[in-house]
């Protein structure tokens, strides 16, 4: 289980240091080089024979090489499309949920017939895979090529402020967000990790809870295609909205599992929570690229993983806690469900926060311009009443 979990937050808390180098270096040389680790680390892992050597090779190499390899996929993409980056960001998010389905039966099968370790080696297929299609992310931006490494392979070092580039802290949407999305994922993860448990304690094992699961993945993915596509239509920051709703709908879930005393109830929890899951998980980059702009994208989502690392690591374990002094998860499901709501609630005013940064800065220019016509006309009022005596003295004379 530690293995497992230092895996998860590593992916996470390495994700700040992967925008810095992915604007350093740009996304191919990031992506592919953190295949190439996670391959090895994957490799290696099928070779350890005791659980000690795992903590390094599964938990950390393996997961840092993930972790670079997972959040150029994510900034490349705004690169080549701009009027359908939901819709696209639907698309490649669900690969996940398709995996998240056929996998496990995958991994049971695997293992029954060839055994772990050489299940991790028939794992190795798929991060040579992902290493081979690295090389296919060719930024597309006019700041591209300074990112990529300068001209014929010269790399100046950046100065220090674009290494960490902690400008998009300035934006005050960004920061409501930045806050806001770490609130909510405190009790977010606690029914992905502790609903397997809670159904046998239950049900017992008469039901089969890898059902709830197969839910789960089907609707995310059906929600990041669906909700990918929506965000297209709705203009600008607004997209929150459909954030918002997520953490609602998903809120309003945790809170219900424990009221579900029949097993076709969180069956149909379970639908509801994947379609909001995928709702969530499918706009992140989208609102970035609203919020920040497409050069401080890769960073501005770097951080915000970064912060979630946090929630997702504290969250799970004190509902485990709650459930060992109270003998039963249902007051752990209902707390789960709160800050959801409360990170909601503080994303409603990103989009109001937003316009009016943006009308602020559209005034500026038609200030400058009204001020200047201003001055152009009272240079001619000026001239035209000066002119007016010297035309009738002239006249007089």
């Not at 970035?288 to 960073?299: I, K, M, P, T, Y």
């Not at 409603?348 to 001020?371: M, N, Q, S, Y």
Request: charged share 15%.
């Amino acid at each position: 289980a530690w293995v497992s979990s230092l895996s998860m937050g590593m992916v996470f808390f390495c994700s700040p240091i992967v925008s810095i180098f992915t604007n350093l270096f740009g996304c191919r040389k990031v992506a592919v080089i953190g295949a190439a680790v996670g391959f090895a680390g994957l490799l290696s892992s099928s070779f350890v024979s005791t659980i000690e050597p795992l903590y390094f090779t599964y938990g950390i190499l393996f997961a840092c090489g993930c972790s670079f390899a997972y959040q150029p996929s994510l900034v490349i993409l705004g690169h080549y499309f701009k009027r359908r980056l939901g819709l696209v960001n639907g698309v490649v998010t669900a690969g996940s949920s398709l995996f998240t389905v056929s996998l496990p039966f995958l991994l049971r099968a695997l293992i029954d017939s060839v055994g772990l370790y050489n299940t991790l080696r028939v794992l190795c297929v798929l991060m040579f895979v992902l290493f081979l299609a690295g090389f296919t992310y060719k930024p597309l931006v006019s700041t591209a090529k300074g990112q990529e490494g300068g001209k014929k392979g010269k790399f100046r070092f950046p100065p220090e402020k674009k290494i960490c580039n902690f400008s998009v802290f300035r934006v005050l949407s960004y920061r409501i967000w930045a806050l806001g999305i770490p609130a909510a994922l405190f009790g977010y993860f606690v029914p992905y990790v502790h609903l397997m448990k809670h159904v046998k304690d239950r049900f017992g094992d008469s039901v089969p809870e890898e059902v709830l699961l197969l839910c789960l993945g089907i609707t995310s993915g059906v929600g990041r295609l669906i909700f990918g596509r929506v965000a297209d239509y709705i203009p600008g920051a607004k997209k929150v909205y459909l954030q918002v709703a997520s953490f609602f709908f998903i809120g309003l879930m945790s809170m219900m599992i424990p009221l579900c005393h029949v097993f076709g109830g969180l069956i149909a929890v379970c639908l509801f929570m994947g379609l909001f899951d995928g709702c969530f998980i499918c706009i992140m980059a989208p609102i970035a690229f609203e919020l920040v702009g497409a050069q401080d994208v890769s960073q501005a989502i770097g951080f915000l993983l970064g912060l979630m690392s946090i929630p997702m690591t504290v969250g799970p374990p004190i509902a485990g806690l709650l459930r060992d002094q109270l003998g039963t998860y249902d007051v752990a499901f209902y707390l789960a469900g709160v800050p959801p709501l409360i990170g909601g609630a503080i994303l409603c005013f990103i989009p109001w926060v937003h316009e009016r940064h943006k009308l602020k800065e559209r005034a500026k220019p038609v200030d400058g311009e009204t001020t200047e016509k201003m001055l152009e006309n009272e240079n001619t009022l000026v001239s035209d009443t000066t002119e007016k005596p010297v035309k009738e003295m002239e006249s007089g004379f």
